[in-house]
Structure formats: C-alpha cells, structure tokens
C-alpha cells in the first residue's frame, strides 16, 4: 500500500478515534463541581423519565397522562406544571444542592446538567436506593407557562462560547494537544508557533424600558458575538420585528470588553431588585416595567445581572438602586447598535 495513502487512513482512525474520546469527555464533565445558578435561570424543562439508579431500570415515564414542567425564573422563583395544575415557589442552588420542594423531597442534588439535559437526583428516607428524575429542555412554545406582556422577551441566551485552556475541561484540551503533537511528528512537520490568545467575547442585551403606550415593544435585544457581528432585533405590536445587522472591529470590541471588566461588571449583584413598597407598586402599574437582563461572557468568566426596573419612568424616578457603571455600559451598547451604517436592515 502506497506509505503516505497509509499515513492518511492511520491519520482518519487516530482522529475519528479521539474526537469520540473526547465527545464523552465533554459530555461528562458536567457532572462534577459546584453548578452555577445561572445556568438556570430563565430555563424550562420536560419531565420523561425516572430511573432507579442502582438496578438501572426505569420506574416511570411520562405519558399522556403525566406533564411535569419546571421553569426557573431570574427572580429565584419558580413555575411548576404538573397535571394541569400551576404551582409556584422558591428556588436556589448551593454547590450542588437544588432547593427546590417537589412533594415530600425538599432538596434535590443536580447530578447532570447540560445545555439540554437535567437530572434531578433524591435518595428514599426509607432507603429503597436513589432516584434521578430526567428533564430536557423545552422551548417557551412547548411549556405550559403563559408569559406576561411585560416580562423579558422570549430570547435563548446560551453559552456558546469554545473550551479553552484553563477551563475544567482542561484534559481534552490536553490530549487533543498531544494528539496534534504526535500528528505532526508522523507527517515530519513542525508544529506552528503558538500564537497570542484572543479571549472569547459575547455580549447580550434584552428587555428594559416599559409595556405599553401606543405600539407595546415585544422584543428589544442586542448581541454582539465573538467575530464582531452586533444583530438588533426589535419587535413592536404594530410595526412588526426589525432586524439590524452590524460589524464592530475586533480591536473596538476587546476595549470595550476591558472598559466593561474596569467598571466592576464581574463583581456586581446578579439581581437588582425593588426594596421599597413605591417600587413593588410600580411593577404593577400600567405602562408596566420590562426587566432588563445584560450578560457578558469574558473569556472563561461570564455574568448575567437583571435589572427589575432599569432607569427612569416618565417622572423622573428611579426605583431599583444599582451601580450607575451599569447604565453606562448600557448606554454603551445601545449607541454601537445605533450607529448610522450602510448595513441592511431587515423588516419582518
């Protein structure tokens, strides 16, 4: 056999072999350290199954005649359907600690949980083995929660940022380093000079302002991706959902990035919340406040902080206390979508 056609089909095994290594290292990783809060808030999720952990074996699946849906809110409350029935509480995580009351199970411990995929785990007092209740996540038009008019649009923020050196999965980063090693001593190459690290950038903006007046806003967002591209997408009652398309250099968008970690974003409260009776009133009051949610992803460092109300109403009251580095960063943002451009705009 021709010895480089041989090196090629030694070369596709050897890849194919450790990209799968490396799918189920990644897959797995999930299952270990303490869980961000934050990678729940604003999520709904489908219950499908229960599995009896020690025999393996399903005990219970949902059916026509069982709908459980679970939808953890910004506010740590949560929403619960089971069986034609909403329930409504509190929620928190500690570690790995679910405090979230489902029956006679107080707590639950997180035993996996994935962009898609939630296990709830709980031990019988009665010491009959452990239980996992299995959740996949479900868009806002497959859940059984009517959103109000003046609650954050129906935006997925996800997590989309690569692995990168230094992260928890630091041994698939290793081993796929080693595999691009021992690849380029095959083939008698020298491997390339490492080059400087561009930290992952995403910005994500949505909601604020208030519902209502003459044309209600339905969606107000803004995201700017790691490449530069900065999408608006803004959607009222009466004149239907335009799209804005523009491009922020890189060297622009890093500066912004370190302005946003000089203004203490990283340090600041996940929620901005009423304290005061005039402001739990003002949430009720009719145009009624649209909460405002700002996530930055820096890096392997990422914040999502929710203002209840943000800035001002129509009589000059501000009614939430929170650091003014957040309206400049803001302001910031909304002036780069805002920009006079030859980009397209996209009507819908």
């Known amino acids: 056999m021709n010895k480089r056609l041989w090196q090629a089909l030694l070369c596709g095994a050897l890849v194919c072999a450790c990209g799968l290594s490396l799918a189920q290292v990644t897959d797995f990783d999930a299952t270990f350290g303490p869980v961000d809060e934050q990678r729940l808030l604003e999520t709904k999720w489908r219950y499908t199954?229960?599995?009896?952990?020690?025999s393996n074996t399903v005990v219970h699946r949902a059916d026509e005649q069982y709908d459980w849906y679970l939808y953890f809110r910004y506010d740590n409350t949560f929403w619960e359907y089971l069986n034609g029935r909403l329930r409504q509480g509190?929620?928190?995580?500690?570690?790995?600690?679910?405090?979230?009351?489902f029956r006679n199970i107080p707590e639950f411990k997180i035993a996996r949980i994935t962009s898609r995929l939630l296990v709830l785990e709980f031990q019988q007092p009665t010491s009959r083995g452990t239980y996992q209740y299995h959740f996949v996540r479900v868009g806002s038009e497959a859940a059984p929660f009517e959103r109000p008019a003046n609650q954050l649009p129906e935006v997925l923020v996800e997590d989309e940022r690569p692995r990168r050196p230094g992260q928890s999965r630091w041994w698939a980063y290793a081993a796929k380093k080693q595999r691009r090693k021992w690849l380029a001593g095959l083939f008698g190459r020298k491997q390339p000079a490492?080059?400087?690290?561009e930290p992952y950038i995403a910005i994500e903006l949505i909601g604020g302002?208030?519902?209502?007046?003459i044309d209600p806003v339905l969606k107000d967002y803004i995201v700017?991706?790691?490449d530069g591209r900065l999408i608006k997408e803004f959607q009222s009652v009466h004149n239907g959902l335009v799209v804005t398309r523009k491009y922020i250099p890189r060297e622009e968008l890093e500066a912004f990035a370190r302005y946003i970690l000089d203004q203490g974003f990283f340090e600041m409260q996940r929620l901005y919340d009423c304290t005061t009776h005039l402001c739990e009133q003002r949430k009720k009051q009719a145009p009624r406040p649209v909460p405002l949610r700002l996530a930055v992803t820096y890096g392997d460092r990422r914040k999502v902080v929710?203002?209840?109300?943000?800035g001002k109403d129509d009589a000059g009251i501000q009614y939430v206390d929170y650091?003014?580095?957040?309206?400049a960063i803001i302001e910031a943002i909304q002036r780069m979508a805002s920009?006079?451009?030859d980009e397209p705009v996209v009507r819908r």
């Open 90 to 101: 509190r929620w928190f995580i500690e570690q790995r600690t679910l405090h979230y009351a």
């Open 224 to 226: 700017i991706k790691n």
């Open 323 to 327: 650091p003014p580095a957040l309206d």
């Open 209 to 213: 302002g208030y519902y209502g007046g």
């Open 306 to 310: 929710t203002i209840a109300i943000w």
């Open 49 to 54: 199954y229960t599995l009896h952990l020690e």
């Open 339 to 341: 920009r006079i451009e």
């Open 194 to 197: 490492r080059t400087d690290y």
